[in-house]
Every structure is written in C-alpha cells, then in structure tokens.
C-alpha cells in the first residue's frame, strides 16, 4: 500500500478567489491506493504557513459589508502519530489565523469576521479495523480540497475557501469491504466550516438561532455515504439527517478517458437535495418558502500536455437559508458573485496553460442568470471574467510552496433591485503557502 504524505495532500484551492487549478481541481477519479492511503498513514509533523491578501467591492453584501479588505497570516500545525502496533494511532493539529493590517472602514468577511485571531485545535484517537477501514473519534479534519479525504465523500465533505480547513467534531467509520466499495459512516455534533468564523472556531450541529447568531440546540448530524469505484470512474452517493434541522442527498459521478499521450477528458455530474425539518423549516419560511432545494452540477475537462479547457453548469432551483444549506457546492468555481438565488444558472468556460518555470495561467469567464427571489420580480444577469496566476516550484529550495494571484471583475444586472440596477464588483487575491515537513 501507498503511504499518505501530507505533502503530497491536494490543498490549492482552498483560499483563492477561484479554482485556480484547472489541472488540479478538474475531476481527478480516486482509485482504491489513494482510498488505502487514508488509512495507511505513517508518522508525520507538518506545519503550513499561509499568507493570504483581499481586497475586494461586492455591491450586493450592503454598505456594511460589501467593502473588503482581509490580510492575514495562519499557521496550521498537524501531527499524525502513525500506527503503534498496526492497532491504534493519534492525530492532533492547532490552526489560528492572525490579523496583519486592519482598515475600521472595510469589512474582513469570514477570514476574521472583524476579529483579530481566531482558530481551533483538533484531536482524535483511531483505531484500525485490519486492511478494511478504521474507527476515528474525536475533532479530525474533513475537507476534500484540503487533502484530508481521499476523494469528495457527499454530504459528508465540507471544503472551506478560506485559510483554515474544515472540520468536524464525532466519530467516523470508515470501512473498504471489497476492492470495488468505500463506505462512510458519521457521527457529528459539531463542524466548523468557513462560516464558522461568525462563532469564532467549532459551532453546534444543530438549529440556528437568528437572535443569537449562533446553533444553541445541539441536534447532531447522522452521515452515510457510499462509493463504488474502478480504474476510470467513481460514483459515490451520500446522505445525511438532522431533527430539526434537514435532511440531505447527494449523489455524484466522475469519470476519466484517457486518449494516450498524455492527453485526458474528464467528466462529473453532481446532484443534491435539501430539505429543511420542524424548528428549522418554520424559521426559514420569509427567506427560504419551499423549505427544499434541488442542485444540479456538471463539468467536463480536456487535459494535455499544454494545460487543459473545460465547460462547467450548475442550476439550484430555489434560494435557500445559508446558515442550513450552502449552496457554494454547486457553482462551478466561481465566489465573487452570489448564487444562493431563484433558478440560478451559472455557466462557466476555463481555460488553464501551464507556462515554463513551474508557473501556471487560468482564465475563466462566467455567465450566470437566475431571480433575487421566489417572486421573480427582479432578474439577475451576472458577466463575470476571472484570470490568476500560480507558482508551483516542483524541486529545489522552494519545492512546497504555492504563491497565487488572482483577479476578478463581475457586471450584474438586476434591475428593481434595492442593490441598484446595476451592480459593480471587482476582487482581487493574492498569497502563499508554505509546508515545513519535519518528519521525512
């Protein structure tokens, strides 16, 4: 079996203003050694040092919020103790953001959300079941494009776009009964996420309360997911129920042909379904009235040697309540301009080249269309052009560092909308990361 690095874990996209990397975050379908790596870990020692730069104008977050302006510098520290007698292992990790410059007249979305620092520390004790899986209780981290899952599990997966990974608070069961199946089984009664910044660290599972801002009634959230997977494919579907709160389906396949000579196309089709339960169904009716949402999402990439060009579509049918469902899942890439509206359609077109020097090159314009809400009295046409840039250094002195710049300039049209007719954004990100790895 294949050992997991921690060097090796796909991180890029967490942080940047877009999926910098169509030729990391395209569809990349897991086989069975990256599914054993997740159990067959090794001691390892990592500390990640980020450095991430916003300043941006979103017209449609208000005058309160629609000025941003974030620089910050985060530290994660992870350690996993291996396998002691091929039985039992430990993981822990401490993850803390820090302020480096502040503006009172700008708002730091959920980098800081207007604090100085914020973090929260992990810990989790697991259990190996064999060559078919593992126990593991306790605070672990569960974001995909953090690399601490071996492939998108639905439902269960919660990738931030911020500098801190998300995570979870339970016990998970993870068990590979054959060479062809994965399943996936969750406890959890707390999350953070990268809304979590709003409550400064780890948040209840449970029913939000809008006069506090924060999940007060705990109500766990009870996950399984499943996946059958081949050489050049993988379908995994997942499902997750909450009293009180909401129950979810997710279902997504991927797909890989390889056309040799180094030349690919990869493709994934993406459903959910949410449907908001008792205290929280009848909190949601003024911004969320069908209660229930459908999200559709599919991409297909043609990979080679030069880079790669790909055409990306998602649909939600109806806006749903944030603080219960995230639909950021189904847009293709794009962060700039809301999509949690009425029969909202993004298209998206991306293009990546990779240049000499171990740098790389996105450019990906946007359309997107839907209603502000159910009444469908004020349409949205949104023109959004994103480009960044990305240094990758392969080996030498610099082998684990990813520096990124990025831009994005956005037209919407929403006319009768209390935002104006005609809304201007522009965004522009920029940073580094750095892994010291002191275990080798």
């Known amino acids: 079996m294949s050992k997991l690095n921690l060097r090796s874990l796909k991180a890029l996209g967490a942080g940047t203003a877009v999926c910098l990397a169509a030729w990391s975050c395209s569809t990349v379908v897991a086989t069975a050694q990256a599914a054993n790596a997740y159990v067959d870990t090794e001691q390892q020692l990592r500390l990640r040092l980020r450095n ?44 803390w953001t820090q302020r480096i410059d502040e503006d009172p007249n700008f708002y730091t979305r959920l ?23 593992l126990i593991k209780a306790g605070r672990f981290i569960t974001d995909h494009d953090y690399g601490a899952l071996p492939y998108y599990v639905p439902v269960l997966t919660a990738n931030s776009n911020r500098p801190l990974p998300s995570a979870s608070q339970g016990v998970l069961l993870y068990l590979t009964p054959t060479d062809f199946m994965d399943i996936w089984a969750v406890w959890r009664n707390e999350i953070f996420i990268a809304a979590s910044a709003m409550q400064g660290g780890f948040r209840n599972e449970g029913v939000f309360n809008p006069a506090s801002m924060d999940y007060d009634e705990q109500k766990a959230n009870n996950i399984l997911a499943v996946s059958f997977y081949g050489d050049n494919w993988r379908w995994s579907t997942g499902g997750g129920y909450q009293e009180d709160v909401q129950t979810q389906v997710m279902t997504q396949l991927e797909n890989s042909f390889n056309l040799g000579q ?19 169904k009848e909190l949601a ?15 297909i990439m043609y990979h080679s040697d030069w880079g790669s060009i790909g055409f990306s579509a998602a649909y939600l049918d109806h806006k749903t309540m944030g603080q219960v469902y995230d ?5 293709p890439f794009n962060n700039t301009i809301p ?19 171990d740098f790389r090159l996105m450019i990906a314009p946007i359309y997107s269309h839907g209603y502000e809400d159910k009444s469908k009295q004020v349409p949205i046409d949104g023109y959004d052009f994103n480009i960044a840039a990305v240094y990758m250094p392969k080996s030498g002195p610099l082998a ?14 929403r006319p009768g909308s209390e935002y104006g007719d ?4 522009w965004d522009v990100k920029m940073g580094f990361r750095y892994d010291l790895n002191f275990l080798k």
Do not use: C
């Not at 180094?262 to 929280?280: H, M, Q, W």
């Not at 005609?422 to 954004?425: G, K, R, S």
């Open 262 to 280: 180094g030349k690919k196309i990869t493709t994934e089709l993406r459903y959910g379904y949410v449907e908001a339960k008792g205290d929280t």
């Open 327 to 331: 639909p950021d899942i189904g847009d």
């Open 52 to 95: 991430d730069f916003r300043r941006a104008q979103k017209p449609s977050s208000g005058e309160e919020y629609g000025s941003v302006y974030a620089w910050v510098q985060s530290f994660l520290l992870e350690y996993d103790s291996g396998w002691l007698n091929d039985v039992v292992g430990v993981e822990a990790g401490g993850f």
């Open 339 to 357: 999509n949690n509206f009425e029969e909202m359609q993004i298209y998206q077109l991306t293009t990546a080249f990779k240049l000499p020097y």
């Open 111 to 133: 980098y800081l959300h207007d604090r100085d620092s914020f973090g929260y520390a992990t810990a989790a004790l697991k259990f190996k079941l064999g060559d078919y899986g």
């Open 422 to 425: 005609h809304l201007q954004y």
């Open 400 to 413: 684990g560092l990813l520096a990124y710049l990025s831009f994005n300039r956005a037209i919407e049209n």
């Open 285 to 299: 009716m003024r911004s969320w009235p069908d209660g229930t949402a459908n999200l559709f999402k599919g991409s």
